[in-house]
């Protein structure tokens, strides 16, 4: 039996710590494959490069001899859309991108490259998985990281996933002697609030750092914050299906449902 | 009473024909101000700026001299962040998004800047609605859409969304006199099948152009493909919180809930 093949990516560029840490966890499970950004690319979202070329090259050394490794010059959606059509020539067997240095828990997981890479993989029908540890730091310790990493890609090589969906695992920071579990939850709901700091150029002209404050709006133990601030790694299954289901009907009861131009001029 | 502030936003850019159509269409609904990217973003998704500064320039002059107008080096979600923390000092009572120059249907809601200005009007709390006009050409007619996105704008003013929903509008390359109305759908479920193309530069080096084909997988009535086909204009309710509530308690009958450091070795 063949082998599975996985193709590993990130948002944070294909020299972060993260990605080595995911790699070595890893390597063993099948044949991997790293197609990377060729430089930090968070908070990317789900951009995509349609204005200009992209650039692919190889790395093979960075993950030793027997790792294939590309980088290339897009956004981490890119990385996906490339690897699939013109470097691995097939679909993966299994998507794994980070490990993300920072949080994508609850609302980051709109803003993060690295959780779009994994939804991109979604949408491919790739069964697909992030990684992030809560710890900003380049020398963070990937040591519970990896592991569960580790854990959760031989459940899903094992079990898939179902369709239409792809798994948000974060990681807190946390001594893993005090680590409690793995934890399925939902996305909690939170916001930033944004706050740019003003400063001026040599010449007087003004610009804007974005800086902002993560509010978190409630506080229930089934969602992944709650997980991840009392000990667990938070495991939240993401849909790229964006309707609101549940509010269909309600604005099935508008009256502009059905609108036409005769009716709708005043 | 004080008027509506109403924030205008899109992923074209600040001259693109969509968005002097939007702002011709709403402008006497309310007190309306124009931030816009200063350049085509397309594709942008929900990508922020975090690792350079952001520069915002009056344009008032584009609108006509009464209605305040702004560009900004930043993204679509740049946008949206630098007018309500910079420009406005406050929460606009409704945001629109637009009009876009082509279709943000079905699984494209996820890639688009202009959508992704609204999702993130979403996530901060505003009344929010993205339109866009399944015609790329720059020279599109934009009357039928206008119409509609007053329509859309004055119902939304009228009645609010409910909390944690926006609006998709996408509206057909149609006759008005063919329109057979709104139609309250579903995203349908699709994907872009990426088809790289390889050329060489001059120095022999190969560069890649992303193009592509929507491969459209269901053809339920009930969705917005099905809708737009079919001579509708499609208002798709959309959300942020990205869990697969259904596939929550398949997960938690893993053995890898609750999984730690202790069994997890092998």
């Known amino acids: 039996m063949s082998k599975p093949l ?9 020299t972060a710590p993260g990605i ?26 789900h951009a ?29 959606v890119d990385c996906v859309k490339l690897a699939v059509d013109q470097i691995l020539h097939r679909k993966p067997d299994l998507l794994l991108s980070g490990i993300n240095h920072g949080s994508n828990a609850s609302i980051n997981v709109i803003y993060s490259g690295t959780m779009s890479a994994a939804v991109e993989g979604g949408i491919e029908g790739i069964p697909s998985v992030g990684f992030s540890l809560c710890d900003y730091a380049l020398e963070a310790d990937f040591g519970l990281s990896a592991d569960i990493a580790r854990v959760v890609a031989k459940s ?6 179902m369709p239409g969906t792809l798994l948000n695992v974060n990681i807190p920071k946390i001594d893993p002697a005090q680590f409690r579990g793995l934890r399925v939850s939902r996305q909690a709901s939170a916001k930033w609030k944004e706050n740019f700091e003003e400063r001026h150029d040599p010449h007087g002209k003004a610009y804007y750092w974005m800086t902002g404050e993560f509010e978190l709006l409630e506080q229930s133990e089934d969602t992944d914050e709650w997980a991840l601030r009392n000990g667990y790694a938070s495991v939240v299954p993401v849909q790229f299906d964006l309707t609101a289901h549940h509010a269909l009907s309600n604005l099935q009861g508008w009256g502009m449902q059905g609108w036409k131009i005769e009716g709708g001029s005043e």
Not at 6 to 14: A, E, M, P, Q, T
Not at 156 to 161: A, D, H, I, K, T
């Open 20 to 45: 080595r840490a995911l790699v070595r966890a890893v390597r063993d499970l099948g044949d991997c494959v790293v197609v990377a950004p060729d430089r930090p690319q968070s908070g990317m979202g």
């Open 6 to 14: 996985i193709l590993i990516c990130n948002d944070d560029g294909i």
């Open 156 to 161: 899903v090589l094992e079990r898939g996933l």
């Open 48 to 76: 995509i490069t349609i204005g200009h070329p992209l650039r692919v090259q190889a790395q093979h050394g960075l993950f030793g001899e027997d790792l294939p490794a590309y980088q290339t010059s897009g956004t981490p």
